[in-house]
């Protein structure tokens, strides 16, 4: 079965900061990978998807990063602004599974 | 392009009471979910739906729990009767194909038992 595991739960930093968000799977055999945002409130928005193929994703100031050997996969937010406040989530979709294994998320907070 | 709508956006029941959400997919999107998010976690897959037909419903606890969709396209969830631990968000989302396309998801309905 597989596991989605996201650290940290809980992040605060300063308006301007790069920041890392991690995310680690126990089963290396995935179709593709997924980051998305919500906000409170809010339903899913997908920020970013890197196929079993690809290295890496970048949209704008976010970069996302897979490693299938290590089972892990890092978000990049590059100059953090008080509107990427929000909680980030990634997931997976494993060969043989009908659709997203998702983490628990964290949960970003930028400050101005 | 709509999105995928949902309503109600908010909904307090009390328990053994029964409640129903609705989820109207993005059009020609063949594929429709129901994903459980209880506070703190990520989202569970209550339910699948492929057309018409099931794909996935192992984790949905059919005690209490039933999910229909109408000619493919519109969807509705049921619970009856509602547990305090039923009390959650639960996003509907849909997919053009369903294998490995990307999900979009609604705003939810967000449970309250008491």
């Known amino acids: 079965k597989q596991e989605v595991t996201q650290i940290p739960a809980a992040l605060s930093v300063p308006e301007g900061e790069n920041l890392v968000l991690n995310c680690s799977f126990t089963?290396?055999?995935?179709?593709?990978l997924q980051w998305f945002r919500q906000d409170p409130g809010k339903g899913l928005t997908s920020l970013l998807l890197?196929?079993?193929?690809?290295r890496e994703q970048t949209s704008g100031r976010l970069n996302a990063s897979l490693d299938k050997s290590s089972g892990r996969s890092t978000l990049y937010i590059a100059a953090s602004q008080p509107g990427d406040s929000a909680t980030y989530l990634c997931?997976?979709?494993?060969?043989?599974?009908?659709?997203?294994?998702f983490g628990k998320g964290t949960m970003l907070l930028v400050s101005p | 392009e709509a999105g995928v709508a949902q309503s109600p956006r908010y909904k307090i029941i009390e328990k053994r009471q029964s409640v129903a959400f609705w989820c109207n997919p993005i059009?020609?999107?063949?594929?429709l979910y129901w994903y459980q998010q209880i506070l703190g976690q990520g989202p569970k897959l209550l339910i699948q739906?492929?057309?018409?037909?099931?794909?996935?419903d192992s984790q949905l606890p059919k005690d209490r729990f039933s999910a229909e969709r109408l000619k493919g396209v519109d969807s509705t969830l049921k619970i009856q009767p509602a547990k305090l631990e039923d009390s959650a968000v639960y996003l509907c989302?849909?997919?053009?194909?369903?294998?490995?396309?990307?999900?979009?998801f609604g705003n939810g309905t967000r449970l309250t038992v008491t």
């Open positions: 890197i196929q079993s193929s690809q």
């Open positions: 989302a849909s997919s053009l194909t369903g294998w490995h396309s990307p999900l979009h």
């Open positions: 739906f492929q057309n018409n037909g099931v794909v996935d």
């Open positions: 997931a997976s979709w494993n060969s043989g599974y009908s659709t997203l294994t």
């Open positions: 089963d290396s055999a995935i179709y593709n």
């Open positions: 059009s020609g999107h063949a594929t």
